[in-house]
């Protein structure tokens, strides 16, 4: 007889089918340590293993980037995904099927999953009906060039030309006129969508069909190049990176991702042996896309076409970026050939070269204003000075290196003093200050000095007057941290450790409060707030006291 599991039902179940060590070990070498595991940490570079996996508490922790959980945080970390995601993945693994939800997420569930088998099932029946046409198998492995490896990991196919014979093949397999619609799979008059198109799934991140990119055959001035599925319950625009996975086995061993501009950019880059290779939706990359690849990697080689759009790519991405902590580069060698895909078809070795030729994208962008403004006129001058100025102010301000570098190249070629050029003043959008209204933590992340501070203080026990652990921290984890590091101290030795990691927790904590209150600063500055300015600078003076 069946049961209803809620979400914390199923996740323990899970747990309890999958050991940690087996579900980690699928992606990084793991050794016996005595009751525990270690390893080498998949994000940082440390020489001796620092990732540790406890199969008592079903939990790891790696040392050298801070970070910690559980079955489904790690797989979140490595695959970029969220955590649905990762529960529908360890849930196949487990064999629990999340389905048996009550209620609505029953009902929804049970719709989701229907919509896949839809996909599934379309996508076998696009790549039946490429193998019984001819012409568009010329097509396909010709003109298009692609062998019948990357066909067969791209899954491509073709939608015929018939007008309803997608939609009549799963009818007569049992989904219904609402499912087949809701997988975005017809047009506005109940037919195909797609027809007379090669066609290319767009999958998730476990590599399930989500949607489709259907490029036409034959020119039809009536109809559009590419024809992509609508949103839809399964598909995003704004989430869906295109690519992703069939490259993050690459990406996680070679440590860096590929951003082309065009899904067949990608599938070609993976044909030419460049196998991290990605795309978002056109050149529109969001902080969604950002956030799933900084998650397995901060190297993001943007591959984009120096042409207008590529450069407001470019600069939007900067932008985002900037907030992650991440740098990006751009590729930009195409020896003498317009994008990637042009260079792969002249030779697929010339675009391996290029991937490993890149430049810092800041960089790039300057010297693209330069080719963009006349610096000779002064109308040019001053518009090339507000955009390196503009572009300059995204890095991040506690990196003052980085942008010293920037503002000494940018005051040197328009032969101005570093003062003149940080002392010039750029228009930004009026922005409102909101009175009595708490600032917001600038950091979010917990420091490593807080978490081995909260380990010793729970599990010591170690007394320590006026600290109080931030909340958020996992108890499992904390007590994995004390028993790695500090359970072969005595007494007199932990609260040694402890006294030290206390002066440093208190002043992160300082420090942290005195970036939020020039934030804070700042906004008031712009919103003209002469008294807020005031009150939070007596503030400022008092902290940096305690600073000393």
Partial sequence: MGYNLDMEDAKEEIRAR???????????????????????SPW??????????SPEKGIWHDFSSNKGGDIFTFVMEMEGCTFREA????????????????????????????????????????????????????YVFYKRNLNKNTVEKFRIGYAPKSGRALVDFLTKRGFTKKEIEDAGLVNRFGGDLFKGRMTVPLMDVAGRVIGFTARIIE????????????????????????????????????EFVVVVEGNMDVISSHQAGVCEAVATA???????????????????????????????????????ASKFGIYLSVIDDYHGCKDADELIQKDPKLWQVATQSYRP??????????????????????EYASEAKRLIEEIDPEDTVLREKYERIVSDRLGISLEAFRAKKVAKPEKKLKKNVAVQGAKSE????????????KNGPVELEGFEPVAGLDEQELTFIFDELYAKLDKPGREREAKNLFGKVMRERLETERANLS???????EAEDDEKVDELLREMQKLDKKLG
Wanted: positive net charge; charged residues 30%.
């Fill in 87 to 138: 529960m529908e993945k360890l849930a196949e693994q487990a064999g629990v099927e999340l389905k048996r939800y009550s209620g609505d997420d029953k009902k929804q569930a049970q719709h989701k999953q229907r919509l896949y088998e839809a996909l599934e099932l379309a996508t076998k029946y696009f790549q039946f009906c490429l193998t019984k046409n001819k012409a568009v198998m010329q």
């Fill in 519 to 525: 934030e804070a600063i700042r906004a008031a500055e």
């Fill in 44 to 53: 940082g570079a440390d020489k001796t293993p620092s990732f540790m996996v």
């Fill in 361 to 382: 994208a800041l960089e790039w962008l300057l010297e693209k204003y330069e080719g963009k403004y006349n610096l000779r006129t002064e109308k040019g001058f001053a």
């Fill in 446 to 457: 917990i420091s490593r000095a807080e978490k081995n501070l909260a380990a010793l203080v």
């Fill in 282 to 320: 056109g050149t529109a990359m969001t902080e969604m896309h950002l956030k799933s690849f900084a998650r397995m990697t901060n190297d993001i080689r943007l591959a984009y076409d120096g042409d207008e759009a590529g450069v407001r790519a470019a600069e939007r991405a900067i932008s985002m």
């Fill in 18 to 40: 999958l050991a940690v060590e087996d579900v980690i070990g699928q992606y990084i070498e793991l050794k016996r340590a005595g009751r525990n595991f270690k390893g080498h």
């Fill in 219 to 254: 020119k039809d001035e009536n109809s559009p190049k590419y024809l992509n599925t609508p949103e839809t319950l399964l598909y995003n625009k704004g989430r869906h990176i295109f690519g992703l996975s069939q490259a993050k086995d690459a990406v996680r061993r070679s």
